[in-house]
């Protein structure tokens, strides 16, 4: 009888364990398919951490004149060839030990997805954020067209097929300590009378670290400035139009590629000081700015080249 009744404890016991082994793993199961939240289309509201991470299903719209407000630590996955566009307000507002992120939900490779882009009259907050492997069609992983203003900062901007970002239009987003890394081509491209605000950022092991200026007039009773990046600006043909105003900040390089120039028809102000002089110099000057053009020594600086 003790036996039997031992053999009957025992099998209790077992069964017991095998209930709490089974509870176990659906709580897994919950906690890896329950908290997480597959989106796309119009999005408005908040993404909140409790549903982390949120899968990126089909594009991604932000509509004018709404808002949508994604919190700490929260990480947007990517499918493939996908992205954000932001016609309203994108308010990613992360902190140091809670970064929001937006890598691929598939290969941790460039070009996987697209960007997170903001169109003509939006804006918002990317602070202390992680975009990473973007790039599929717009060949970046933040892009600004039109007037858009939004407010990038300790943002991390890396692994883009091409640029870490590109501006277009009349753009004018402000960028402030931000790490530029591992680009393929340009940490930021410009087009147009696009015009960042730039302090604070650093750019490391892109194809070339400096800031990329397509040729461009800047229009008649405009004001632009320019500030130091820390990097040169590459610049093809600039034309400053009667009535405009071209700034230079202290301490900034402008390296021209072959036969490029720069000509006033307006207002340059260019002022350096002894110990912070404006450079003028060609593209394949690696005294200045390092080697820009990345060929290590291949190409020198010559007269008539710019």
């Known amino acids: 009888m003790k036996a039997e009744r031992f053999e009957h404890r025992l099998g209790g016991l077992v069964s017991a364990m095998r209930i709490a ?20 289309g119009d999005q ?14 089909g594009n ?51 070009d996987w997805w697209r960007c997170i882009q903001f169109h003509d009259g939006s804006g ?34 890396s692994h883009s097929d091409r640029d870490g970002m590109r501006l277009y239009n009349n753009a004018q987003p402000t960028v402030s300590n931000c790490t530029f890394s591992d680009n393929a081509h340009w940490p930021i491209q410009r087009w147009d009378q696009a015009t960042p605000g730039l302090s604070g950022n650093t750019f490391s092991d892109n194809g070339h670290d400096a800031i990329y200026v397509n040729g461009h007039t800047i229009p008649e009773d405009a004001e632009v400035q320019w500030d130091n990046p820390g990097v040169p600006y590459v610049i093809e043909n600039t034309t400053i139009a009667a009535g405009a105003t071209l700034t230079i900040a202290a301490g900034t390089s402008i390296k021209f590629l072959d036969n490029t120039y720069l000509w006033v028809y307006g207002t340059l102000n260019a002022v350096g000081a002894a110990s912070n002089e404006i450079v003028f110099t060609a593209y394949t000057d690696d005294t200045v700015g390092g080697d820009t053009n990345a060929d290590g020594s291949d190409t020198t600086p010559a007269g008539d080249y710019w």
């Open 21 to 40: 082994g089974i509870a176990a793993a659906l709580s897994v199961l919950v906690a890896t398919s329950v908290f997480a939240a597959d989106v796309s």
């Open 44 to 57: 408005a509201g908040t993404w909140t951490l409790a549903n982390s991470p949120y899968i990126v299903t």
């Open 60 to 110: 991604v719209t932000i509509p004018a004149e709404q808002t949508l407000t994604i919190e700490p630590g929260v990480q947007v996955q990517f499918n493939d060839n996908l992205g954000i566009w932001v016609y309203g307000t994108l308010n990613a507002d992360g902190t140091s030990t809670g970064k929001i992120t937006f890598p691929s939900n598939g290969d941790l490779a460039p």
């Open 124 to 157: 918002g907050t990317l602070d202390w954020c992680v975009a990473e492997y973007g790039g599929y069609s717009e060949d970046c992983n933040v892009r600004c067209s039109g007037e858009a203003s939004p407010t990038i900062s300790n943002t991390t901007i």
